[in-house]
């Protein structure tokens, strides 16, 4: 063994760098030298070591059956031996030093974590061979294996004088936070136990991110906290909390929409508090992955002094573990409907970003889009009363170098469009009012609820008015008629003349066999819509607020209860939304009384019906309609009773017919387009309609057509 034995007094006397990690080397090989001293003693005093120094494989059995490498036994001979003082002294020296320092990083892993003497040694052994490699071939000296050049559960604990091996619990520090993994050697091998590498690098010396978490997690940046911020409130609420002695980690939750500054309040508030704020996105991971990765976040948050800042789904979905100790302040962010699942294990606090006001906006808008300084005035507040505009879509239109308040305008919509999800299906048209052909008083009931639309936000800003109305803040309207009336194309008209979005949500489709999702999608939508430029449109009413039910079973209390709800929180929607139907007997009598714009869209009267074939066919023709098929048309829309839908169909359909002819439009392509569309509600052409088609057929005879 002579060649092995030079080996490892070579490795014994590698000299490293000073300080701390230089003692942990020294300890480590100082405790290797006492360890292998002992092997030494025994392996010489048994016979075959006595007669030659070959292997001698019977011997080496029987050493190992006699046991006479006992933990109790090398502790008495290591005190006691005179031939040992020297190394046992300065070993002495060396852990005492160890002890006694606690401002390393080592000392602050201890105290963060509250690891014990043994786990300590298991950390130092592996730190070890990360300082100094070539201690793999002590520790494999040490093993008695040259294939074993690793740290061991075993090897530590007979380092260290603890028995065959250290009992680690399920509650050990080590295994709960992961500060060591344990690696499968195969069979019969002792298990390798090793640093875990973000604990490893943070002992060196490295301030990274945990490589487990660097694909989704960031340090937020600082930035000077708008003036209506409630920062200096919320700060010193949380430490009122810190100082309360709860023992508790604080959660505070910042609801608002995408955009209003969530992340930069909370990195702001993290840094009035001394700590830097880490992002975790948790909208990439899994459900499988969420407490690993929770635990690696709690984990450096711990050691580096960090809040956290959890955002995604999952992370308001899914249960938080609950660990021994946690970072003392923790931040969600997500909208006003949303709400993380309880935690008792933490204290929680909600706080709601605050709207920014008129004034506000335009001092924004000056600031961030200089180009704003130029634009009219009045055209900049209005906007701000419309939009309501964040600080994030702010920061987008001046990246975006917009000049005119239009640009602004669109590229504001474009960003709040995503907001409602699956939820709302966007419609976009351009009709205008000349598209619109209906009655003269439901023209004018129209221009009164659009009139409204635009002047209401000044209107509520008068104090007199809030105070005599202190809800009901939004406009509402019910359009009922018959299918193809024109109750959708009228919100698309108001729409577009507000220069909002309209989305489109179908009740029928959301009514859920599930007892409270239909209330929690609705409560959704308008939580969400709130802030949005949008009017919404929610179609098939009935289907929701219908009359109520007499309570027979469980569905109709949860349906009553449903109904109840929602006509209160349409109430209190301060935007702007408009409700349709096909059956206004079907609408809940209660719900009607609350709405001042309750408008009835009746099926076209002759003259309408006259208009609407008049100007669709020259509308999709792009000429003018002559005056044969004019007064052909006039006598169809006396004798057929059909709906503006029916009428747009019908054109449609002649339009096809007649570029697969290849001829103009004519009577008999709109006669048989409208065919189609009485067809499919089992009616037939009737007489008048018949006897319009046969003159038809005479005239292009006579024309030899």
């Known amino acids: 063994m002579t060649d092995q034995t030079d080996i490892l007094e070579q490795q014994l006397t590698v000299s490293d760098t000073t300080g701390l990690y230089y003692h942990v080397l020294t300890r480590i090989r100082l405790r290797a030298r006492r360890r ?24 080496e059995v029987d050493g190992y059956l006699r046991n006479h490498d006992t933990y109790q036994a090398e502790l008495s001979w290591l005190l006691n031996e005179p031939e040992m003082a020297d190394l046992n002294n300065l070993l002495g020296e060396t852990e005492s030093y160890l ?27 592996c730190l070890a061979l990360s300082l100094d490699p070539n201690l793999g071939r002590v520790y494999a000296y040490l093993h008695d294996h040259n294939g074993r050049g690793y740290a061991s559960n075993q090897l530590v604990a007979r380092l260290f004088n603890y028995g065959p091996y250290i009992v680690l619990g399920s509650s050990s520090p080590l295994i709960v936070w992961g500060l060591i993994r344990e690696i499968d050697m195969g069979r019969s091998e002792p298990m390798r136990i090793e640093l875990d590498p973000y604990i490893r690098n943070w002992l060196l010396g490295s301030d990274d991110i945990d490589t487990a978490l660097s694909d989704f997690s960031t340090i937020q940046p600082v930035h000077r906290p708008l003036p209506y911020w409630p920062v200096k409130q919320i700060s010193v609420h949380i430490r009122k909390l810190f100082t309360a002695e709860f023992n508790q980690a604080v959660r505070v939750f910042i609801t608002g929409q995408d955009g209003s500054g969530r992340r930069s309040m909370a990195a702001v508030i993290s840094s009035g508090l ?20 929770f635990m690696k976040a709690q984990r450096q948050a711990l050691l580096a002094g960090y809040a956290l800042l959890w955002k995604g789904d999952l992370a308001m979905e899914q249960p938080w573990p609950e660990y021994p100790i946690m970072t003392g302040l923790q931040f969600m962010i997500g909208e006003a409907d949303e ?28 600031i961030y889009v200089p180009a704003s300084k130029e634009w009219p005035e009045g055209s900049l507040k209005e906007m701000a009363r419309k939009h309501s505009p964040n600080i994030g879509q702010l920061l987008s239109v001046a990246k975006r170098n917009c000049s005119t308040i239009d640009e602004a305008s669109d590229v504001i919509r474009g960003l709040s469009r995503h907001r409602l999800g699956d939820l709302a299906k966007q419609i976009n048209s351009s009709f205008t009012w000349d598209d619109l052909i209906i009655p003269s008083n439901l023209r004018k009931d129209l221009d009164d609820f659009y009139f409204e639309a635009t002047d209401r936000s000044q209107v509520w800003e008068l104090s007199s008015t809030r105070r005599l109305f202190p809800q009901g803040r939004g406009l509402m309207a019910l359009f009922t008629g018959s299918p193809g009336t024109g109750k959708t194309m009228a919100a698309q008209v ?5 220069q909002l979005d309209l989305f489109r949500i179908d009740l029928s ?7 409270g999702e239909t209330s929690k999608n609705i409560h959704r939508i308008l939580s969400r819509a709130e802030r949005m430029d949008a009017v919404l449109l929610f179609d098939e009413a009935d289907a929701l ?25 349409i109430e209190e929607y301060p935007g702007i939304a408009i409700l349709a139907s096909n059956r206004k007997a079907g609408i809940d009598p209660g719900f009607t009384r609350r709405l001042r714009y309750v408008l009835e869209f009746p099926r076209p009267d002759a003259m309408q019906r006259h208009l609407l074939w008049n100007n669709l066919l020259s509308g999709l023709t792009g000429v003018g309609i ?28 002649a339009l096809f017919m007649a570029r697969r002819e290849k001829k103009e439009i004519s009577i008999t392509h709109v006669l048989r387009g409208l065919e189609r569309e009485l067809i499919k509600d089992g009616r037939g052409m009737g007489k008048q309609v018949n006897d319009i088609m046969k003159q038809q057929h005479a005239r292009e005879r006579m024309n030899g057509k």
């Not at 709601?352 to 906006?361: D, G, I, K, Q």
């Open 545 to 569: 607020f219908g009359k109520r039910t007499d309570v027979k079973d469980a569905h109709d209390r949860y349906a009553n209860t449903d109904t109840n709800y929602l006509l209160q929180a």
């Open 99 to 125: 002890l006694e320092e606690n401002s390393s990083r080592l000392a602050i892993l201890r105290d963060v974590f509250g690891l014990k003497e043994p786990e300590m040694d298991m950390i130092q052994c």
């Open 36 to 59: 292998i001293t002992w092997l030494r003693k025994l392996w010489t005093e048994t016979s075959a070591a006595a007669e030659s120094e070959t292997f001698n494989l019977h011997s």
């Open 494 to 498: 108001i729409a577009n003349s507000l």
């Open 509 to 515: 489709s959301m009514v859920s066999k599930y007892i």
């Open 274 to 293: 001394a700590m830097q704020l880490l992002t975790i996105d948790t909208q990439r991971l899994s459900a499988l992955e969420w407490q690993p990765v």
């Open 339 to 366: 709400s993380p699942l309880p935690a008792g294990h933490l204290i929680d606090w909600r706080v709601e970003m605050p709207a920014v006001s008129v004034e506000e906006a335009v001092n924004l808008w000056n």
């Open 626 to 653: 002559n005056q044969e098929l004019d007064q052909d048309l006039k006598r169809l829309s006396a004798v057929a009773d059909v709906t503006g839908a029916q009428i747009k169909m019908a054109v449609l359909s």
